[in-house]
């Protein structure tokens, strides 16, 4: 199956895209207005990542891994609006978002939007054990957001509620190496490896080794979404002031709502390993996203999506 990434979701910063990885699920980090209204090199993000692991091997066929993970987000990149007088630096904004675990499209169909933020943090922890050519691992991120509620924000909406959000994922994925190969552990990375082949293929009648693999995840990214049929914006329009601006800016959403959608995915796959550099994966996910826009209504949708992909590593 492949790489789950089933909480791709953490954004820092405000400027541009780039990425970094923990504990393989990949970091990526947005423009969130996505209205020209930001610059770069306002200033940069502090983070603070840490992670452990154990792995105890409790016969020569059997292996249990622990380890769980920390992000802290310290100080988020500020933003800069050149919509207001003097281009003033305003605050921080943290994004949650996440694809559905198909990387042909860039499309997220989940997404807090851009929420200001002091700080955030992420903890999650990572059990797996293998006997023999079987694999089940499970992983559980947990992400909390500390509001910043003086600060006038390009997506002034999520501004003003004095709620500190959280939101949580997880999956569970199964690997079966119908083969008869076991994988390797990489003590370096502290993973498991990929498949070495008993018999890599060959015209002279090496067959390579076939694995079926099956995977389910979920991720929330509702924060006191309210029911359908509601709205999540609520009050009267307020001004704000400093620095000399005063602006007006859009009603707070109603107790902290945010509606980020929540995002099921299940999983099938088979993948073919013809030799140690080459390796050929087919799989069919079944994605249901359950989301509601700010006046209630559904947004969300179900997705069949079946995908192929050849790698070579060398």
Known sequence: VSNPNTVNAFSVVTNNTVGSALNGTSTVVLNPAGDATQSS???????????????????PDTAITFDGNYTKVLSPKAFQSNLLPGNAVKGGLITLSDRPEFRGDPTSL????????KSAEEFGGHISGQYKNFLLEGNYYHFELERDTNVLPVNAALAGSSSNPDF????VAASWIITGETRGFNKELFGWSGVAPKSP????????????????????LNYNAGAAGTSAVGGTPRNVGGNGVTTVVAPTPTDGRIRGGRQEISTLGLNWYANRNVRWLVQYSLAKVDRLNGSGQQIGQDLNI?????QFAF
């Open 306 to 310: 079946l995908a192929t992909r050849i």
């Open 201 to 220: 293929f060959s015209m002279k009648g090496g067959t390579g080794a076939f694995e079926a693999v099956a995977r389910y995840s979920v991720l929330d």
């Open 168 to 171: 949580e994922g997880y999956d």
């Open 41 to 59: 090199g306002v200033n940069q993000s502090v983070n603070l990542l840490a992670r452990a692991g154990y792995r105890t091997m409790i016969d």
């Open 110 to 117: 989940i997404s807090t939007g851009a929420i200001p933020a």
